[in-house]
């Protein structure tokens, strides 16, 4: 069906009240091929939803995170489909939403490295920021402002650099990076669009979320995978940037769910998540190989500093001056207390939990490659 069929007759169309119209529960995620993306396809799966996702054209593979689901799709008819799209390209973002007519739509796509951003600057913006406005708009576009709930995913990255702590709904913004100042943008037409046209559209200040499925270059994950691969022998020595930074790292599977209750309530507003507690790269570092039986200790400052395992005087930990980041976010601690009290949303994962979970998931991984190659 050609672009003009789909949206011409949307001039036209009475969706209905609504309440009538949401009755449908069809949700659009952008992203869904990544770590958040996954997650919630499978919690709006299990809440009945009829879940659309846009994917990146790709030359490589890039939808393991839902290989579980599109195996489904293969054996009987699901209520999981993908679209090929991109958050730059508005013409596509309007054919889409003329095509499935979502009731909720979750914009989680972006380039979500901090430090990439520094190197991918204007892309970060156009995709980030502005890819936020042309999702927005596309809905304006097809008449369902008023039916359709918007979800953004903003970033305690907002925060940067530290103005007051626990950071909350009501702290003053001060990203650090392209990617926060983007990701700024984004917020902010966020709340215009919610004034100005009267949509339903929130805010998600989401602190770090992590879990197995995290990508590979963000922290924990690369910790968690090099302390499986160390502990097999095939890694001799795990490189890391700034082990001082503090973050507040909680479960994405418990993020995904706030995600979803802050589009069912009475009004939109914005909703910060996070655990309420703050924890050093270090701490993250020492925990994960506490996991695998050693025991790491700290010799030297800044670039000489080195973690060594006790037992054995080995240098497992160096650092890289590579990985640091011309800006620095130094510390993030998060207060969810709005959250728990109007949605009720209370983290179940803690850090322990999590560091285990992410170092058992990859030793997992690890061993059965080992095992595939001999
Ligand atoms: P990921 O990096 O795992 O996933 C990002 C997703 O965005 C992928 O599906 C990716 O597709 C897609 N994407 C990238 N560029 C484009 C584009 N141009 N058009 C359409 N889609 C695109 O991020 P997370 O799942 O961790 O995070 C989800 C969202 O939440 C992001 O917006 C992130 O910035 C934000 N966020 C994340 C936090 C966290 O701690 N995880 C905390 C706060 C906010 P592909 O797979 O093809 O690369
Ligand atoms: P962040 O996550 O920048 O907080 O953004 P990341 O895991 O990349 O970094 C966390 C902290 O660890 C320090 N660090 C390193 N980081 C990486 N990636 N690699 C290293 O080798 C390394 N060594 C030390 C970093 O300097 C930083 O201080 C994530 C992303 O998911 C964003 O999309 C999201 O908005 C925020 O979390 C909240």
């Given at each position: ?11 036209k169309?009475d ?16 992203g ?69 007519q ?37 809905i ?203 949605l ?5 994962v ?7 979970e ?17």
């Open positions: 069906m050609s672009l003009l069929e789909h949206i011409a007759p949307f001039a169309i969706f209905g009240s609504p309440e009538e119209y949401r009755k449908r529960k069809v949700a659009l995620i952008s869904i091929t990544g770590q958040d993306g996954s997650y919630l396809t499978e919690l709006l799966l299990s809440k009945g939803y009829q879940v659309h996702g846009i994917i990146r054209r790709s030359s490589s593979f890039n939808t393991g995170r839902l290989q579980h689901l599109y195996a489904d799709q293969h054996e009987r008819p699901t209520k999981f489909h993908t679209h090929y799209g991109d958050l730059s390209d508005s013409t596509n973002l309007v054919y889409i939403i003329a095509q499935v979502p009731t909720e739509v979750y914009n989680l796509g972006a380039q979500s490295h901090v430090k990439v951003s520094f190197e991918m600057a204007e892309y970060t913006g156009d995709v980030d920021g502005l890819g936020t406005l042309r999702l927005l708009d596309a304006r576009t097809c008449g369902l402002e008023k039916h359709v709930r918007f979800y953004q995913a903003s970033t305690s990255e907002l925060y940067g650099k530290v103005v007051e702590t626990p950071q909350s709904e009501t702290t003053p913004f001060y990203p650090r990076s392209p990617y926060g100042v983007a990701k700024l943008y984004a917020y902010w037409i966020v709340v215009n669009y919610r004034e100005a046209y009267g949509m339903y559209a929130c805010n998600g200040i989401l602190f770090n979320h992590e879990s197995p499925r995290r990508g590979r270059t963000f922290v924990t994950r690369k910790i968690s995978r090099a302390v499986a691969e160390i502990s097999v022998g095939k890694q001799a020595c795990l490189y890391l940037g700034n082990t001082d930074a503090k973050r507040d790292w909680g479960h994405a599977r418990d993020y995904v769910e706030g995600m979803w209750m802050m589009l069912q309530q009475e009004q939109a507003e914005d909703f910060v998540l996070a655990t309420g507690e703050t924890h050093p790269v270090k701490e993250y570092v020492e925990k994960a190989f506490k996991v695998v039986g050693i025991n790491i200790k700290w010799q030297g400052t800044g670039v000489e500093e080195e973690g060594i395992d006790v037992a054995t005087g080995r240098v497992l930990v160096k650092v890289d001056p590579r990985y640091f980041r011309p800006a620095e976010v130094d510390l993030l601690h998060g207060n969810p207390a709005k959250a728990e009290k109007l009720g949303w209370k983290r179940k803690d850090f322990d939990s999590l560091v285990k992410m170092v058992e998931a990859d030793l997992q991984a690890v061993n059965s490659l080992v095992e595939n190659q001999n």
